[in-house]
């Protein structure tokens, strides 16, 4: 991580992911098991359990920067691993969430693309139909094209549906996606 640069730190920012996540950060003892256990943790540029000290600093310009937040599937492995059950995986989402309102550089755009192709489709069917997902992501990464091959394998195979499932109560769904994201 290198050295510190006082004026670069948040105080508050440590009590804001704690808020968001309800995870208590003074409990990490930095033992490393959550990073152990992540899947992810070879393609990350920062560790997890170093994400929570860069909060713990209130380093909050870089580690909204790092492409750990965004490689996180949100698995949970971390979070069970842990012997002083941090919730990590809470804080990685609550880290993603401050960098979209904060419009903070992100570090995997791509990861961010596919992210919005699956909320939407959510939020308009109740459910995720995999091959809008599918399409919206590859054109917003202007690959519409790539890949072809497999999807019409997959779609003769029957593992992508043409039209969408909806689930009934689409009104509910509607509601949970209208609730402002500062009362989140
Ligand atoms: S497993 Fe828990 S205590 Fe250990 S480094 Fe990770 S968060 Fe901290
Ligand atoms: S929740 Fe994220 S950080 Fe934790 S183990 Fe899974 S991928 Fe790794």
């Not at 842990?82 to 990861?111: K, S, T, Y």
């Amino acid at each position: 991580m290198g050295c510190i640069e006082t004026e670069k730190t948040d105080l508050g920012f440590l009590e804001r992911i704690e808020q968001m996540s309800r995870a208590n950060l003074s409990r990490c003892w930095h033992c490393m098991a959550c990073s152990g256990g992540c899947p992810l943790s070879r393609e990350m540029d920062v560790m997890p359990n170093a994400v929570l000290r860069m909060v713990q600093f209130g380093l909050r310009e870089e580690v909204l920067k790092t492409s750990t937040i965004w490689l996180c599937v949100g698995c949970n492995t971390c979070s069970m691993e842990c012997p002083n059950a941090v919730d990590i995986a809470g804080v990685m989402d609550a880290l993603r969430q401050v960098a979209l309102r904060e419009n903070a550089e992100i570090a995997e755009p791509g990861i961010l693309a596919f992210h919005n192709a699956v909320v939407d489709s959510i939020g308009r069917y109740g459910r995720t139909h995999k091959l809008e997902i599918m399409m919206r992501y590859k054109l917003s990464e202007k690959e519409l094209f790539s890949d072809i091959d497999l999807g019409l394998k997959m779609l003769s195979r029957r593992k992508l549906d043409l039209l969408p499932s909806k689930v009934k109560d689409r009104k509910s769904i509607k509601s949970l996606f209208s609730i402002p994201k500062e009362a989140i």
